[in-house]
Nanobody, 116 residues
Framework: QVQLVESGGGLVQPGGSLRLSCAAF????????VGWYRQAPGKQRELVAS???????KYADSVKGRFTISRDNAKNTVFLQMNSLKPEDTAVYYC??????????WGQGTQVTVSS
């Protein structure tokens, strides 16, 4: 059974940092493109950052220079390092792994709250 398990969310003050992890079980994560998405209350889910199997990365304009996506294939895990967090970064963060003909998988989400 395939599972993506996010962790690392929590409550942090503005300007603080968090590191989210997305661990994959049941699949070889390195052959999947992976994206981190977030959804704030009353808003649509949006793509925050993505990384391809080759390591190419893309970021939403709102997080460029503050967030970094990376992957550790030995650990079957993708990370999202979030620095200089702002209240508007508050959301549930989800990871997604997809590969054509292999599957499209979502984690259960982890809550990030940025507040003083």
């Amino acid at each position: 059974q395939v599972q993506l398990v996010e962790s690392g969310g929590g409550l942090v003050q503005p300007g603080g940092s968090l590191r989210l992890s997305c661990a994959a079980f049941g699949i070889i994560f390195s052959i999947y493109d992976v994206g981190w998405y977030r959804q704030a209350p009353g808003k649509q889910r949006e793509l925050v950052a993505s990384i391809t199997t080759g390591g190419s990365t893309k970021y939403a304009d709102s997080v460029k220079g503050r967030f970094t996506i990376s992957r550790d294939n030995a650990k079957n895990t993708v990370f999202l390092q979030m620095n200089s967090l702002k209240p508007e970064d508050t959301a549930v963060y989800y990871c997604n792994g997809n590969r054509i003909l292999f599957g499209d998988y979502w984690g259960q989400g982890t809550q990030v709250t940025v507040s003083s």
